[in-house]
C-alpha cells in the first residue's frame, strides 16, 4: 500500500520531484526510461544477489503498485468516460 505517513513521505519528495525532470516528453523513449528507473530503484535498494523471499516481495511490491495505480488512476478515468460515451455492450 503506497499510503505511508506524511512526514515519511517527505524524505523522498525532492529527490522524486528532481527526477521526473529527467525524464523523456517522447513517448517514444519515455517507457524505457520509467522500466530503467524502476530496475535501477530495486537493484539499489536490495542488491544484486538476492534470495527467493526477496524477489518474491519485489513482484508483490510491483504488482501492488500496478493495482493501486488502476484503482486510484485508470478506473476513475475509465468511469468518466464511461458516462461520457456509454458502456462498451
Avoid: H, W
Wanted: aromatic fraction near 12%; charge should be negative; hydrophobic fraction near 35%.
Amino acid at each position: 500500500m503506497p499510503y505511508i505517513k506524511q512526514e515519511d513521505r517527505e524524505k523522498f519528495l525532492i529527490q522524486i520531484s528532481e527526477l521526473r525532470f529527467q525524464v523523456s516528453k517522447d513517448p517514444q523513449k519515455r517507457p524505457g526510461e520509467m522500466n530503467y528507473i524502476i530496475s535501477q530503484l530495486i537493484s539499489l535498494v536490495y542488491g544484486r544477489e538476492l534470495k527467493y523471499y526477496e524477489y518474491n516481495e519485489i513482484m508483490g511490491v510491483l504488482d501492488s503498485a500496478k493495482m493501486e495505480f488502476y484503482r486510484s488512476q485508470v478506473a476513475p478515468y475509465e468511469d468518466k468516460k464511461i458516462t461520457e460515451n456509454g458502456e462498451v455492450v
